[in-house]
C-alpha cells in the first residue's frame, strides 16, 4: 500500500500536467473501484479547472474550481498514468493494461491522465464544496506539520502500553505513516517496536520524531519505494528500497557497523516489523 513518500511523488509528478489545467473531458469506464464512484463525478470534473493539488495523509486532492475537490486514493495498485503525444519521453507502459484504466482525464492541453487500477482497491470520489470528507475527518497531523512535536507524541502516547510501531500506524495520531517508513525511522532511532509507547522519554521522542522527517524526506528525493506496484506519475520506479536498513532484510547483518545483531522479523497486528533486537531498545 503506498505510504506518505509514494503518494506525494505521484502528487508532484502530476503539478505539471494538471494544475492550472482545464478537464475538458472526463469519463467513468467503471460504476466503482472499492467503493462506488460518484454518479456526477463525470459532470463535475468536465469544464471544471484544477487550481491546485494537494496531498493529505494518502489522499491526493485536486482543488476545483468550481469549488470542493477530486479525491483519490491509489489502493495497493492504483497508478496515474500520464500520457501526452507532444512529449516523446512519454511512453505508455505495455504492461499497464487499458482494461484497467477506470477514470480517464483529458485536459485542454490534449493530455490524457488516467486512474488505472488492477484490483480495483484504490478510490475516486468528490469532496464537496463547504463540507468534509469522513476519510479525511479524523486523521491526525502531517509528520512535516508544526504541531509533530515530541510533546505532541508525549501527549498521544501517554499511559499507553500500546507498542511504539503500532501507535505511530494510527492514523488518528499522525497521518501518513505506514509499515515501511516507521521501520525504519524506529531503527535509526534504536527504539524497539514492541516498547510501549507511553514508556518512551521525551529526549528519544525527540530523536524519532526527526527521524521519521528524515526517513520520509529521503524517500520523496527517491521518489518512493517500488516494492510491486508504485511507479512515479513518469512510469519510473522510485528507488528508496535500495536505502532499507531493516525492512525486509530478516536475517541479515544489522547495517550499523558497530552492531554484532542481525534483523529479526515479528508480525504486530499482522503487519510485519523488521528490527535489531540488539540495537534497538
Not at 499507553?160 to 524506529?186: F, M
Not at 552492531?259 to 497486528?269: H, K, L, P
Request: aromatic share 6%; hydrophobic share 40%.
Amino acid at each position: 500500500m503506498p505510504e506518505l513518500p509514494e503518494v506525494e511523488t505521484v502528487r508532484r509528478g502530476l503539478i505539471p500536467y494538471l494544475e492550472g489545467q482545464r478537464i475538458a473531458r472526463a469519463e467513468a469506464r467503471r460504476p466503482d473501484l472499492r467503493w462506488p464512484l460518484p454518479p456526477d463525478l463525470v459532470q463535475v470534473l468536465t469544464g471544471a479547472t484544477v487550481t491546485g493539488l494537494r496531498r493529505r495523509s494518502k489522499y491526493i486532492l485536486a482543488d476545483l474550481d468550481r469549488g470542493g475537490a477530486l479525491l483519490l486514493h491509489l489502493g495497493m495498485s492504483g497508478r496515474m498514468v500520464i500520457e501526452d503525444q507532444r512529449i516523446a519521453s512519454f511512453h505508455r507502459d505495455p504492461a499497464i493494461l487499458a482494461r484497467h484504466d477506470h477514470v480517464v482525464l483529458t485536459t485542454d492541453a490534449g493530455t490524457v491522465i488516467t486512474f488505472n487500477d488492477a484490483r480495483r482497491f484504490g478510490m475516486v470520489d468528490l469532496l464537496r464544496d463547504g463540507t468534509s470528507h469522513p476519510l479525511l475527518d479524523h486523521l491526525g497531523p502531517e509528520p512535516f506539520d508544526d504541531i509533530f512535536t515530541p510533546e505532541y507524541l508525549a501527549n498521544a502516547f501517554k499511559n499507553r502500553r500500546l507498542p511504539v510501531k503500532q501507535a505511530l500506524l494510527d492514523q488518528k495520531i499522525v497521518a501518513g505513516l505506514g509499515n515501511i517508513y516507521v521501520s525504519e525511522s524506529l531503527y535509526r532511532a534504536g527504539i524497539d517496536p514492541r516498547r510501549a509507547a507511553g514508556r518512551i522519554a521525551l529526549r528519544r521522542l525527540a530523536i524519532l520524531a526527526d527521524h521519521i522527517r528524515n526517513v520520509l524526506s529521503e524517500a520523496i528525493n527517491a521518489g518512493g519505494s517500488s516494492l510491486r506496484d508504485h511507479r512515479q506519475a513518469s512510469g519510473e520506479l522510485g528507488y528508496f528500497q535500495h536505502s532499507f536498513r531493516v525492512y525486509d532484510r530478516e536475517g541479515q547483518p544489522c547495517p550499523r557497523d558497530e552492531c554484532a545483531g542481525q534483523i529479526n522479523r515479528i508480525v504486530q497486528s499482522g503487519r510485519s516489523s523488521f528490527f535489531c533486537p540488539r540495537c534497538q531498545h
